[in-house]
Structures are given as C-alpha cells and as structure tokens.
C-alpha cells in the first residue's frame, strides 16, 4: 500500500468548485441549473487585453520570463497602486504570480509549522484555513460577525494573538459576506499591532475595485509602520473578469522577497508571458469596463438583498463590497445551511454554497454570487421563494 506524507491528509478544498461540478452534472442530465456558486464574474475580459496578450505571442513572447515577472508589468503595479492609493511600492517588491492562492500558499508557507499559530477571518476563503493545517500549524479563526456588518472587529483580533501567533490573514472586501472593514477599525488594528512586532500580516485585498454605498477601500499599504511585515495579494481575475488567465501579483517585505523568490523558481517556474503583456494592458488601458462591471454588479446586488429579505424565514444584510450576499437563513428550518444550500440545488435548481464551507462560524449562513445576470437572479430568486414556501407547507 502506497502512503503519503501526512500533510496531505489535512488539505481540505474549495467546495465552490464542487458545487459547480455537481451542478454542471445535473445541467448535463437536462435540467435547468442557475449557478449563484462560484465566484467568477460573468463578463468577458475585455478586448483590449485579449488582443495585448494575443500581440505578445505574435510578437514571439512566448518563452521563459524571469520568475518574479517581467519589469513592466511589477512597474505597471507599482503605478497603479500609487494611481489609487497615493503609497510608494519598489517594483522589486512586487511579485507575479499564477493567482491569487500561490500568495496565500507562500505567505502560509512561511509562517506555519507545527507550534505556530495563524490568524484568518471566519467565515472566510476556505483555502486560508486548509492551507494553514497543512503546514501543522494551529487556526485560530476570527470571528466574522453579522452584527459588526462583517467587518473584523479590532479589538476581538488583537486578544487572539499569542507568543506563537506568526501570521494574521485580513480580507476586505470579503468573501463569502461581502463585508467591508471601515478605516477606523484598521487604524485600531494596525495601532494594536505595534505592541505585537512577531506577527506579519497578509492582506488579501483581491476585491478592492468592489465597494458600494460610499464606502472606500482603505489598502494596509498605507500604513508604513507595518510594511516591513505586510504581505498583499491582490490581481486581476475579479476586475478584469480574468480568472482563468491565472494571474495575481503580491507586494513582499524586504526581508522576505528573496525567500518568495526562491519559492516561485521551485514551484511554478514563472507566469505564461503573454499573459504578463496582457496584464499591463489591463492596468494601462481603458477602465471603463471595470466601471461598467461593478455598475452592473451594484444593480445585481440591489436585486439579490431586496429579493432574499422577501424570502420566508430569510434576511439578509446588504453588502458593501466584493459580489457576494451572505443571508442568514436560520429562520428557514432547516437543519444545517449546507442540507439547505444541497437541497436548493438538487430540488430547486439553484447553486449556492453552505455557510459552513467557509468556516465555523457560517451555520446558520448561505452564499450567493450574483455574478449572473439579472434575469437569472431574479428567477433564482423566485426559485427559492417557491421551494421555501413549499417545504414550509409539507
């Protein structure tokens, strides 16, 4: 009998991409399925960055680039964040990497082991807390709460960090909730953190292009006196509509850079180049279809919270960001979120994901994406109603 090392047994997965397979087997069989799962938008990428990537392979880009990314696009980062945010970012900070989990996997990487402790949001991506037992290391899950409209709470951050604590995961906007954290709480977490200098920080910043009502996405590299411990993630496939280009890019302290480095040429090599070109494109050219995008999401958004709060048994807190709702369903009955969230599928044709496949802290919870269109939202929606009503009178 063949046996693994141990390690392998703690990864956990995604279970968005297993509803969506389950899913696209029930379409198979001929049903009419709605995907409200997975978090891609459902735009296409626009046409100036298809044809900048099409152009470099044209041009014979097609070949090995340097592992960290090509000088152009880490310059093009560094512009476009001092573009939005006013802050001064070294390009040869700036990482390029194939997605935005090849940060989380090397920002994990680094600080887990068996003894240390790491901090992530809970509800959060799953792929925090799976990757963190992967290393040994010990989650420690913030709790991500309703009342505090899914934003982190400082103060409840801060009393979890231990002498082993190594690492703390941020996510604003979030996924699943779509919470957005106010600046004043980071300045209250970030002014704690200076009586914790052991402890680095990575900011998943992925949805910073999608805030509503208002609010403003408030970056953790505006804080000097932690960028000698921040790690951020961030890169195009929400924005750009790119998630399947695979390409993310992450902002490194000095002192560990050259250890991502290292990591990068062991394990992916380097980003495709032509994708790299397209990248530039994206943050160079025109950003009125990121306009338009989060536009639409804004409408879809309207939408989704008016219809989930008219659902029996459901209400659901408006979100301030990314393109997710995170209702609480717990007035519904049912058991658990997830037999609810399989039986919507299954029954009602409907995808959604089960609080609890992100987190301890998402019973009672579920997400949908309403990166589809309006019209199937509102069917969905109907859907739901009708599948609620109905298991109500049984």
Same mark, same amino acid.
């Given at each position: 009998? /063949?046996?693994?090392?141990?390690?392998?047994?703690?990864?956990? $997965?995604?279970?968005?991409?297993?509803?969506?397979?389950?899913?696209?087997?029930?379409?198979?069989?001929?049903?009419?399925?709605?995907?409200?799962?997975?978090?891609?938008?459902?735009?296409?990428?626009?046409?100036?960055?298809?044809?900048?990537?099409?152009?470099?392979?044209?041009?014979g880009?097609? &070949?090995?680039t340097?592992?960290?990314?090509?000088?152009?696009?880490? $310059?093009?980062?560094?512009?476009?964040?001092?573009?939005?945010? &006013?802050?001064?970012?070294?390009?040869g900070?700036?990482?390029?990497?194939?997605?935005?989990?090849?940060?989380?996997?090397?920002?994990?990487?680094?600080?887990?082991e068996?003894?240390?402790?790491?901090?992530?949001?809970?509800?959060?991506?799953?792929?925090?807390?799976?990757m963190?037992?992967?290393?040994?290391?010990?989650?420690? *899950?913030?709790?991500?709460?309703?009342?505090?409209g899914?934003?982190?709470?400082?103060?409840?951050?801060?009393?979890?960090?231990t002498?082993? @604590?190594?690492l703390?995961?941020?996510?604003?906007?979030?996924?699943? @909730?779509?919470?957005?954290?106010?600046?004043?709480?980071?300045?209250?977490?970030?002014? &704690?953190?200076?009586?914790h200098?052991?402890?680095?920080?990575?900011?998943d910043?992925?949805?910073?292009?999608f805030?509503?009502?208002?609010?403003?996405?408030?970056?953790?590299?505006?804080?000097?006196?932690?960028?000698?411990?921040?790690?951020?993630?961030?890169?195009?496939?929400?924005?750009?509509?790119?998630?399947?280009?695979?390409? &993310?890019?992450?902002i490194w302290?000095?002192?560990?850079?050259?250890?991502?480095?290292?990591?990068?040429?062991?394990?992916?090599s !380097?980003?495709?180049?032509?994708?790299?070109?397209?990248?530039?494109?994206?943050l160079?050219?025109?950003?009125?279809?990121?306009?338009?995008?989060?536009?639409?999401?804004?409408?879809?958004?309207?939408?989704?919270?008016?219809?989930?709060?008219?659902?029996?048994g459901?209400? !659901?807190?408006?979100?301030?960001?990314?393109?997710?709702?995170?209702?609480?369903?717990?007035? @519904?009955?049912?058991?658990?979120?997830?037999?609810? *969230?399989?039986?919507?599928?299954?029954?009602?044709?409907?995808a959604?994901?089960?609080?609890?496949?992100?987190?301890?802290?998402? $019973?009672?919870?579920?997400?949908?994406?309403?990166a589809?269109?309006?019209?199937?939202?509102?069917?969905? /929606?109907?859907?739901?109603?009708?599948?609620?009503?109905?298991?109500?009178?049984?």
């Open positions: 009998m /063949l046996t693994t090392v141990a390690a392998f047994d703690r990864i956990g $997965e995604e279970n968005a991409f297993a509803v969506l397979a389950r899913a696209t087997v029930l379409a198979g069989q001929g049903k009419d399925i709605i995907n409200l799962g997975i978090g891609q938008p459902d735009f296409r990428t626009p046409e100036h960055i298809v044809e900048a990537a099409v152009k470099a392979l044209q041009d880009q097609h &070949g090995y340097p592992s960290v990314g090509i000088l152009p696009l880490r $310059e093009a980062v560094a512009r476009d964040l001092n573009r939005r945010y &006013g802050v001064e970012v070294d390009p900070l700036v990482m390029i990497v194939p997605g935005g989990k090849v940060t989380m996997y090397a920002a994990i990487r680094l600080f887990g068996p003894g240390a402790e790491i901090l992530y949001p809970d509800p959060g991506f799953p792929i925090y807390r799976s963190i037992e992967h290393t040994g290391a010990t989650p420690v *899950a913030v709790p991500i709460r309703e009342e505090n899914f934003a982190f709470s400082a103060e409840e951050t801060l009393a979890l960090i002498p082993a @604590t190594r703390l995961i941020i996510n604003s906007p979030a996924n699943p @909730t779509g919470g957005v954290t106010p600046k004043a709480e980071i300045d209250k977490l970030v002014k &704690g953190l200076a009586a200098p052991h402890v680095a920080i990575m900011s910043e992925i949805y910073d292009h805030v509503f009502d208002g609010e403003q996405h408030q970056t953790l590299l505006a804080y000097p006196e932690i960028r000698d411990r921040l790690i951020l993630l961030n890169g195009w496939s929400k924005t750009y509509a790119m998630t399947g280009w695979r390409l &993310g890019y992450s302290p000095q002192a560990l850079y050259d250890q991502v480095r290292k990591l990068s040429v062991n394990a992916w !380097c980003v495709n180049a032509a994708t790299q070109y397209a990248g530039i494109a994206a160079e050219g025109p950003q009125q279809p990121v306009a338009d995008m989060v536009s639409e999401f804004n409408a879809r958004r309207r939408i989704v919270v008016d219809g989930l709060n008219a659902l029996p459901v209400s !659901c807190a408006t979100p301030k960001g990314a393109f997710y709702a995170f209702p609480n369903v717990s007035g @519904t009955g049912w058991r658990s979120a997830k037999a609810l *969230a399989s039986a919507l599928l299954e029954e009602a044709g409907v959604v994901i089960g609080g609890p496949d992100f987190g301890i802290h998402g $019973e009672g919870y579920i997400r949908l994406s309403y589809n269109s309006a019209d199937n939202i509102r069917i969905a /929606l109907d859907r739901m109603g009708a599948f609620l009503a109905r298991r109500d009178a049984a």
